[in-house]
Each structure stands twice: as structure tokens, then as C-alpha cells.
């Protein structure tokens, strides 16, 4: 209505301008027309400024912006139709000759230009209406939205008949006087959508909502509920007295909201009360009470029963409360009119007891609510039936969202947990939708990085036990190694327990022992800690994570933080990489591992690997082998607590266990191209290790037989003879007795007599001899701090070299330079370019007091 005013208006104006202006458009066309012809030159510069603010349009995207915003949404829509109707408005006027009609042909093809708009109006709408609908869509498609229902199809809790009832108790209320329902239930229990059922359910009443919450005072609140309750009669009856009841309920309204109203506890004092309010349907001497009573006269000739709901009383602030029992009880107590009252009674109650500093206070609040409330009435418990089938088919949803498919023992571990523990404490439909939300972001920040079983089940301690949820993340050892070992500290452990203990006070008895299922499921380890009698060794680690569980080590951070931790490698480009490698894309394998050795480093994807190496397909573990065998200058020798178990270890490691997948009749071949292929040298002897059977190696370990060794090596003596030509190699392989390592191997398989030729051919460069020695001082590392450093020359190394040469000739060549001393001279600090003397010395110690022995 007030649009088409708008309308109406600002066509009037522009018809009337159209006629006033009209003499002065005709004598300006001809001199508009001569300016053009003078200053055509501008026009380019017109145009390059249109063209400007067209690419504004479209870097804005105005155009796309508008196709959601409905028709007469816009301050230019009115202003078109206006100027639209003004023009058929000059039309219909110069037919009738009271225009003279100069501007009609002018206006044709503005009139076209306006057709188009309201056009372009129409298509707005449209696309509107489709866009809105859509977004509609997705949000039902992804949000579990806590609204409440409207009608008895979407009654998935079977309170219909609950809520027909209280409607069958409100038609059966007599009219003379008032009624006042209480429905009592916690929040998030559904009393909104009780309410909108029985809405449904009255048929020939008067109902209105009031939200006392809107008001920020007790004044507002008392006028605004008369201004709305006048409003719902009116505009249900439509008579001349219900227009009357209106107003009259409006004054009373103002009236009382303009008075101090004291309330006690069970009754109010009108009898001090005094009128001061004039109105044009009132007389201003009208006291309040004879007020009352002419609203109650109107109330019984209208006839018509009204129901007023008020939500959400258990929301409002303790002044707030009391006002709105003010209304209910003492203000508003009129016949005809029944309230529903819908709140927590424990918490109103409370709040009413709060008014009172006497002793006998404690009960006053419950004592208040039953002079107030006529019917009490509880909201009915929800079926844990129907909110276990909320919870699941929300959690299939959320999985079919995120494609995301379990395997069946999976789906059985989640039933199970949840049934015997989390799913005692969801009592709530608001409870269920929370839950699902929770799940709903989270869910696709670590899809396919964590165990989904245990983070839906982590996300319910999240929502419901935030503190308990804390705790966990801030106390990992507590839930991860209790029970790693048999010989656990029985104190620590009783630690745990009083700390858990302590944080599970606060629970009731079915939430704890709820939350010890749960727990114990998530974490099996804790169950030493409940139980004090069950134990979990090291052997369930790997198990655990390579189902990425939440009660593994490597994955616990995960769950937590709702990403992949710094230096960590996600599983969904472990998983990339396969899918690469599966599809023979060799260039692209290698730019993905050189990826993620740049952003994260090496060793943890290796451990990543080696957690899938028996799950992969053999054309992939073959593929992935002749990729790693080329990485070792990558491998750190150094990252295992004091140089044991390093990612070098691993790798190989890793390596040899691809090699097992090899048929055994292709295997000896595949050993060769390794060998063949491995960098560094140094790296190939790693593996040959590994390969190598030895009486260390259970069977299930021996990947070759020593025939098959023998067959295999010749491929890596070659490497070893080309390496070795220049005394270079002494330095390039000073570390880790690879000198030792490599040497040793082409003297066990090679020709004889070859090693030692090599070796004597490097004695003669100059401290060929010194330079030998020291390639064999292999770093050892501080017990206490685990710093590596080169240790002295000894009776190991000694052995070492002799296994290659015999001493005598290093012996003879040295004792030409050097004196040898009468005592070992340690120095546990030998820098071999540096100290060739004081290895040189230390060699022929050893040597003589080996010979003199």
C-alpha cells in the first residue's frame, strides 16, 4: 500500500512537470541539436567515459547483484513506474486535447526503454525467487537448523496429541474466568514447536504471540503487550467492537505501564492506584478499575476466547520475570483470555525466590508458580529411540555430504560405543541438532586424515563436555601410554586415576559412566586406568596408526586441532601420491616427493609409508622403490635417539619390504636394478644389508638366499671399482664406515686381491696412508646429550682395516714419517685433515702392542 502511494505521488509530479516543461523542450531541441553539431569532438570523450563506467559495472558486479533483488526493491524501480504511468498519463491527456501532445513521439521510445526495465524488473524477480529457493535448498542440505516445527508432518517426536489435548483443555475452560497453562521443560526440549501445534489445533481463537524479550524495560513491556493484544482482537474481529476493544486496551496499557505496580507475593493493591490518562473514547476522570471493567464488558459481548502465548520466560532476567507474571496473574487477568506460559520451571522458579532474603525463601518460587499456574503441565520426554534415529541418519547424511564410507566394522564399533555410552546423555532434539552441526564443520576439515569413527565420537565430548574435553587435549599421556607396558609405574598410574577422577567429579553417576566407556573405547590404554588389569603393548602402535586413531600418538594432535600439525604429512597426499604412481606419471612422482621433502622433510612421510608398505599394490610398491632408492642423500643418519633407528634405517627398511612384494622370480632381478640405480653409493650397501640373509634374521626376513647374493652383487663391485679409482673416495665416504662397508663387500664377492691393490695405489698420493686411516673414524655420540662426535683411533678400527690390508704395510710406510709414542694418545676431538699424525701415532700403538702380543 504504501509503495503504490509512493507511486501514485511521484507520477503526478513528473505529469505535471512533463506539462510545465513542455513549451521549453520544444524551443531547447533545435539548440541542443546546434550545440551538437558545434562540439561533435566531445563525443569521442563521451564515449570513452561510458565505456569506463561500463567496466565499473562489470568489475562490481552490479549487473549479477541485482538478479537478487526483487522487483520494487530498488529506489530506481518506483521511479521508473512513475515516470512510466506519468507518461501514459501526458498520452491520455493530449488525446483529450489537454496536452498539446509535442513529447509523444519522444516518449515512444522512452515508453520502449521503460517496457524494457519493467521487463528486466520481472526477470529480477524471478531470479530472485529461484536463488532464494536454492539457498533454501542448500541450507536444508547441509544445516540441521534448530527450528521449531509447524505442523504435525514434521512431528518426529509424536507430540501432536499432547499438544491437542492442552487445546481440548482450553476450549473447555469457562469464559468468566481467565486460564493460565503452564508448560514446563528445559531448553531445547521442543516447547516452541508444542506451541505451534496447538496453535494448529485452536481453531475459533483469538491467538496471539507476545515475546517479552524485544523490551528493554518493564514499561515498554507492559504497553507493548496491550498495543499487540488489541491488534490480534481487532484484526480477528474486524467489528466496530473489537476496534473499541482495541483502543480500550491500548489506554489500559498506558495507563498501567505509567504506575508503580508493587507486587507482593500473592496478591496486588489496586486501591492506591490513580488515574492521570485522557483519551478522546474515555472521559479523563475514568479510573483504571472502571477501565478494567469496560474492557472486560467489550471482552463478553465479543465473545470470541483469546490464547496468549509467551515463550522463553526462563530466558529473561529476574525484573524482566516478575513483569511478566505482573501481566498474567494481576494486570491482565481477564476473562475470555487463556495464557500458555512456556518456560523451565526450575529456573523461573529460582528466579522468583531470588526476591526474598529471608530464610524461608527456598521454596517461595515453586509456592509463587503454583498460585500463578492453574495447569501445570511437563513437556513429554522425547524417545530415545527417535533421537538415536535423528542422531545416525544425521551422521549419514553428513557422511554421504563429504563421500565418506565406512566399513562395516567401523559402523559396528560406532553403534556399539555410542549405545553404551554418549547416547544416554543426548535427551534433547536441540541436543541432537548442536551435535550434528558440530560434526557438519568439522567433519571435512580432516576427511580422510583421521579415524571418522573417533572423531564423530570426540566431537560429542567437544559439544556436550567441553571441560572434560579440555582435559583431554591438554593431558595426552594420561589416555595414550597407561598400559604400554606390563611394568608401568604403579604410582603414575594411580596419578592418572585421581586426576580423571577429579575432572569427573562434576558428572552424575550415568554421566560418568557413560564417559568412562566412551573413553576406554576411544583409548584402550585408560582402560589400565579404570580397571587397573588390562594392558595394551607397543605392538598395538602401528596397528592403531594405520586406522589413523585418535589413540595413537602420531594422530592425536589431528583431532584436536582440525588440520595436519606443522611437519607432518597428510594422508591425502600419501594417498594423491599412490593414485600417481598407480597411474604411471614417473615426472609427476617425483615432483610430489620433491614437494613435500621442501615443505615437511622426508622422515615423516617415510614413517607414513612404512605404516602402508604390505597394503599397496605390487606395481606401486615396485614403483615407489625405484623412486626411494634414488632419495638416500635425503635420508638423515642422525635423527634416531644416539644414530639408531634413523630415517636412513627406514627407509632401507621400507625399501627391502617393497622388495618382498616382488615374485621370487623376478625378485633377483629387481635387486640388481636397485643396486644398480640406489644414490649414494653408501645407500646401496644399506639395502645389500638388509637383503643380506644372515643367523640374526628370522625366515619370514630373508628376502635372498646367499646364491642368490652371489648373483646379484657383481651389479653393485662394479659401482664400487669406478668409485674408488681416485683417493677421493676416501673423503666423499669418511662417515659412517662406509669406506669399511663398501670395501668390504667387493672384497667378500669380488676378485681377490682386488681391494688390496686399490688400497696401495692410494698410498701412493700424498698422506695416502694418514688419509686411509682416518676415512674409518666414524662418528659416536655423547651418552648424556646424544652429540655426535669423531672418536680416537682404536682397536675397532685397527680390526677394520686389517679385515682389508694387512697392517705391516701401513705400519712400514708410517714409521718412516712418524715416531711411535711409548703410550696411547687419546684425543677424542680428530679432525682428519688436521690430525694425521696423532691418528698415525695412535695406528702404530695399537699395531706394535698387537704384534708384541
Known sequence: M???KEIILQSSIVFILLIIIEK???????????????????LPFLIVILFILLDEIRKRKVIKNTFRIPAFQLRADTIVISTLLAFLLYKVASNFEYAEGTLNRSLVYIGFA???????MVIRSIASYVHKKNKVKGLNEKLFLDYPIESDKDDQLDRSTFAKRISTVIGMRGYSEGLVIGLYGEWGSGKTSVLNLIENSLKD????????????NEKELIRQFFIQFGMAVRNKGGAEQSILLEKMLRIYGEKVASLKVNMGFASLSINNITSFFSEKSVSADTDIMELRELIIELLEKNGQGITVFIDDIDRLNRNETQTVFKLVKLIADFPYTAYILAFDDRLVAKSLANQYEDNSSQNKGDSFLEKIIQVP????????AVLRSMVLSGIDRILELNQIELRKDEVHRFVSTWDRSIGHVISTPRMVKRYLNSLLFSIPLLNNEVNTVDQILIESLRVFYPDLYGFLRLNSDLFLTPGRSG???????????????????PYNKEERLALEILLQDLFPRTKLVFTDNTYYGHSWDRGWTKEQRICSSEYFDRFFKYTVPAGDVPDNWVKNLLTIVEEGQESEVQNEINKIIHQQGISRFIQKLRYIETSVPIYTARKLAETLVMLGSHYSRKDGAFGLVTTWNQAAILITNFMKRISKTERVDFSKHLLGIAQPLSFSKEILWWIHPSEKKNIDEVIHTEEEIVEIVPTLIKRIEIATVEIDFLDQYSTEQDVYGLLWIWKKWGTKGEVEGRIRSWFKEEKGVERFLCSFLSPSYNLETGIPHTRPFSKQEYDAVQALIPPDELYHQ????????????????????????????????????????
Open 487 to 505: 611394568s608401568d609405574d604403579r604410582e603414575k598410574v594411580k596419578q592418572y586415576r585421581e586426576k580423571l577422577q577429579k575432572v569427573m567429579q
Open 377 to 384: 503441565l511437563h513437556m513429554p520426554p522425547a524417545d530415545p
Open 24 to 42: 521549453l523542450l520544444i524551443s531547447s531541441m533545435n539548440r541542443i541539436s546546434s550545440y551538437i553539431e558545434s562540439y561533435w569532438y566531445f
Open 2 to 4: 504504501e509503495r503504490m
Open 814 to 853: 708410517l714409521e718412516a714419517k712418524y715416531e711411535c709414542p711409548a703410550d696411547y694418545i687419546e684425543d677424542t676431538d680428530i679432525e682428519n685433515n688436521s690430525s694425521y699424525k696423532r691418528v698415525a701415532q695412535q695406528f702404530m700403538w695399537i699395531h706394535r702392542n698387537q704384534v708384541g702380543g
Open 205 to 216: 481463537e483469538v491467538v496471539f504471540r507476545f515475546n517479552p524479550w524485544f523490551f528493554e
Open 114 to 120: 521503460g517496457g524494457g526495465y519493467i521487463l528486466w
